[in-house]
C-alpha cells in the first residue's frame, strides 16, 4: 500500500444512534456505496483521514521516481531508457492526480509538500530502499508496481469521488509499468548469462521483502483501521490485500525461474492460498521512522529539486504578468 | 506553486465527441495550462483537443440545492418516449 498507518483520529467507533444527524446521514450515503464529493458534508476526522492518506499516497509517486531516476542514464539501451522516462513520467502524473484530489478537500499542495520536506508525513516505505542494479528496475516494475496495483484496484472503490477517480485514471497506465518490469527480468533470465541471471535473484532477495511491508502492519482491532473501513476509504485489509499480492506473484516467480527469500513460502492445498513467513516488523517500523536505506537521501533530493526549481517558477510567473500587460496594453 | 491559479480541464476523446472534465492543473496562466493540461491528461493519445477554464470562472449548482433543482423533473414521465404506449402494428418509431 501507498499509504501505510494512517491515522484517523477514532478512539472507537461510534454506533449509528451516537451520530449526530449529519454523521448519520453521511454514514448511511457511505453504506449505501453513494460517492462523497468535495461539496457534501463529511465528518472532519473523514476529511483529515483522507488528506492524510491522499497525501501520502501523492508523495509516495512523487519520492518513488527517485529510485528510478538513478537508472535513467544507465540504462542498457535507448529502448529502456525511453520506457524507464515514460514509467517516470507516469509516477509525476500520479502524484499530480493525487495532489488535485487532496486539493478538493482544501487542503494546499504546498503546505503538505512542506510536511513531507519536515519529515512530518510519510510516504511509502518501499522509496528507502537503494536501486543496485539494472534489474532492480524489473523487480520495481514488476513487484513494487504490482503491489501499488492491488492496492489501488481496491482503491477504486473509495468512498471519496475525487480519489476514486485519480485510482481509475492511474489503474489505467500502472499495468504498463508492472509489464515492462517482468520484461526486463524475463529477457535477463531468458537471454542473459550467469551473471545476469544472478542479479535478477539478487534483485529480488532484496526487494521481496520490503514489497510486502508495502501492504502495512498486521490488521488488529485498531480503531484506526476499523474507522478507515467504515468510512469505506479503505475496502480490503492489510492482510487481505497482501495475501491477494502473494497469490498472485508467486506464480509469475516461478516462471521467471527465481524463488523467493522466504522459507516458509509454500501452497497451502487446504486453504487455496500461500503460506509465507513472518515479515520484520522492526525493519518496517525502523525505515517508517526514517531510518532506512536511504531516507535521508530521498528528502534531501525533493528539497533541491524545490530549491533549485524556484527561479523556473518565479520566471513563470513573470512571463505570464508581463504576457497579460501586454495583451491588456494591445 | 498553491499561488498559481487553478484550471479545471476538459479533453475531447474523440472528434463527435464532446469536451468531458478530466481534472485540474496548477498553473501561472491559460497558456501554461494548456501545456500542463497536455502533458497530464493526454499522454497516451487520450484527446484530440483540450479545454482549460479558470477554476473560479466555474459556477457550481450547491449540494443541498439538489432537491429543488432536480426534483421537478422526476415526476414528468411524460417527457420519455417510453411512455408513449403504440401497438405493436405501428412498427419501430
Known amino acids: 500500500m ?28 457511505v453504506d449505501a456505496e453513494i460517492k462523497i464529493e ?23 509517486e512523487v519520492v518513488g521516481m527517485l529510485p528510478e531516476g538513478n537508472w535513467v542514464t544507465r540504462a542498457p539501451t535507448l529502448k529502456r531508457k525511453l520506457q524507464l522516462m515514460a514509467k517516470i513520467q507516469d509516477e509525476a502524473g500520479h ?31 518501499i522509496f528507502n530502499y537503494p536501486t543496485l542494479n539494472w534489474a532492480d528496475m524489473g523487480a520495481v516494475g514488476w513487484l513494487v508496481d504490482g503491489a501499488a496495483i492491488v492496492n489501488q484496484v481496491v482503491l477504486q472503490r473509495t468512498s471519496y469521488g475525487p480519489y476514486s477517480r485519480a485510482m481509475v485514471r492511474i489503474c489505467k497506465e500502472e499495468s504498463f509499468h508492472q509489464r ?87 501452497w497451502n492445498e487446504e486453504t487455496g492460498h500461500y503460506d509465507f513467513g513472518e515479515i520484520n516488523w522492526q525493519e518496517f517500523y525502523d525505515v517508517l521512522k526514517g531510518n532506512g536505506p536511504c531516507n535521508r537521501e530521498r528528502i534531501r533530493t525533493r528539497k533541491k529539486a524545490i530549491d533549485e526549481g524556484a527561479w523556473v517558477r518565479e520566471a513563470a510567473v513573470a512571463y505570464a504578468k508581463k504576457q497579460k500587460q501586454r495583451t491588456a496594453a494591445a | 506553486m498553491s499561488e498559481w491559479r487553478l484550471y479545471e480541464v476538459f479533453v475531447r476523446s474523440k472528434h463527435g465527441l464532446n469536451h468531458k472534465h478530466v481534472g485540474s492543473v496548477h498553473a501561472a496562466d491559460a497558456e501554461m495550462a494548456m501545456e500542463n493540461a497536455r502533458d ?54
Not at chain 1, 38 to 60: C, D, F
Not at chain 1, 233 to 258: A, H, W, Y
Request: hydrophobic share 35%; charged share 30%.
Open chain 1, 2 to 29: 501507498y499509504a501505510q498507518l494512517v491515522e484517523t483520529g477514532a478512539k472507537r467507533l461510534k454506533t449509528l444512534e451516537e451520530m449526530s444527524p449529519e454523521e448519520r446521514a453521511f454514514q448511511e450515503k
Open chain 1, 38 to 60: 468535495a461539496k457534501n458534508w463529511m465528518p472532519e476526522g473523514y476529511r483529515k483521514t483522507l488528506v492524510r492518506q491522499i497525501s501520502q499516497h501523492a508523495h509516495s
Open chain 1, 95 to 125: 502524484g499530480l492526480y493525487l495532489y488535485s484530489a487532496m486539493e478538493t478537500l482544501g487542503a494546499d499542495r504546498d503546505e503538505e509538500i512542506e510536511k513531507l520536506h519536515q519529515g512530518k508525513a510519510k510516504y511509502s516505505s
Open chain 1, 180 to 266: 515492462q518490469g517482468y520484461q526486463i527480468l524475463l529477457d535477463l533470465m531468458r537471454g542473459g548469462t550467469d551473471e545476469q541471471k544472478a542479479m535478477v535473484q539478487d534483485a529480488i532477495n532484496r526487494l521481496w521483502w520490503p514489497s510486502l511491508m508495502m501492504f502495512g502492519p498486521h490488521d488488529d482491532e485498531s480503531p484506526n483501521s476499523q474507522q478507515s473501513l467504515a468510512w469505506k476509504i479503505k475496502r480490503k485489509s492489510n492482510d487481505e490485500l497482501r495475501q491477494m499480492f502473494i497469490d498472485q506473484t508467486v506464480p509469475q516467480l516461478e516462471f521467471l525461474g527465481c524463488t523467493a527469500p522466504d522459507p516458509d513460502l509454500k
Open chain 2, 40 to 93: 497530464l491528461y493526454t499522454r497516451r493519445s487520450e484527446g484530440v483537443s483540450i479545454w482549460v477554464v479558470p477554476s473560479d470562472s466555474i459556477t457550481a449548482s450547491a449540494s443541498d440545492e439538489k432537491e429543488v433543482l432536480f426534483d421537478p423533473s422526476e415526476d414528468k414521465v411524460y417527457r420519455h418516449a417510453s411512455f408513449y404506449k403504440l401497438p405493436d402494428e405501428v412498427g419501430h418509431m
